[in-house]
Structure formats: C-alpha cells, structure tokens
C-alpha cells in the first residue's frame, strides 16, 4: 500500500489546521499580465515574469515593452526596487522608477542566460557617505556583512526571518 494512502494508527492525534488570515482581494492580485506605467502613468509595458532568488525573495520583474503596432516587443529584466506598487480602485499600478532611455538601452531579457542583466536605479551619491567608519570598512558596514544593528544589507533581520 502506498505510503500515502496509509490511516494513521488508531489512537493517533490529528495535526492541527494551520492559522488563517484573510486577505483583501486587492491586496491578494497577482503581478503577472498587469501594466506597467512610467512617470507620466502611461504604459508602457506588461509583467511578464518575476525572478527570484533562492530564498524565494523577489528581485527582478521581466517587463515585456511592445513596439509599434506590438512589432518589436522585447522583455527587460527591471529591479524589484525600482518598481512602486499601489492600489487604487481595486487595482494594482505598477510604476517603473527608471529614466525611459535607460530601458531602452537595457539588452534583451534572455532566460536561458546564465546571467540576467537587471536595469537598477542609479544610487544617489551623498557627501560623506564614502567615507569609513572608524572600525568599519568603506561603506559603513563592519567585517561580516551587517550593519551595526545586526541586519544584513538590504535590511532583513538575521536568519531566515522565518518564525522557528
């Protein structure tokens, strides 16, 4: 018999339902298919696909731009940071934070790459911020990759943030 089809011994405790939370249907849409707009809420693209990396965690959106006439479509892969998520009216708007000639200028999303390259915003330098720390190397962060506080780049908490 197979292991799945096995009853549980007579006796034997039943696991307990996990916990639900409802969620507003708003807030539960998927990314997939949806438009993506620029600056001036104009779309200019659609979702197609989302890259993650091996925790699961989102980093990049594949964004496929259509030409004239939906001639010359192309897919870029966008930062996950430089999206902006809202909604409003029961839907989702999606804004891309980045200059329109640098998505243009992005290579073509290829997924049997090895590498992907993802179109970033630029970093915004700030007087000072170059400077190091007394006992940290340049960029403030202390040997071993956390900030003082003890979460790591990208402000995650130690572990997996995940609850034991």
Do not use: C
Not at 147 to 158: D, L, M, R, S, V
């Amino acid at each position: 018999m197979p292991v799945w089809a096995a009853t549980p011994p007579a006796g034997a405790e039943k696991p307990a339902p996990p916990k639900l939370e409802t969620v507003g249907r708003s807030h539960a849409e998927g990314v997939l298919g949806e438009p993506v707009l620029d600056a001036k809420g104009q779309t200019i693209g659609h979702v197609v696909n989302v890259l993650i990396d091996s925790d699961g965690t989102p980093q990049a959106a594949v964004i496929e731009f259509a030409g004239f006439f939906g001639l010359g479509n192309r897919d870029v892969a966008v930062d996950w940071k430089a999206l902006r998520f809202a909604v409003q009216k029961g839907k989702i708007l999606i804004h891309v934070m980045l200059e329109p000639g640098a998505l243009k200028a992005m290579p073509e999303y290829k997924p049997a790459s090895s590498s992907v390259p993802v179109a970033t915003r630029a970093r915004r330098e700030v007087p000072g911020a170059n400077a190091p720390a007394s006992n940290a190397p340049a960029g403030g962060t202390p040997a071993g990759g956390a900030p003082p506080g003890g979460a790591p780049p990208g402000g995650a908490p130690p572990g997996n943030g995940k609850s034991p």
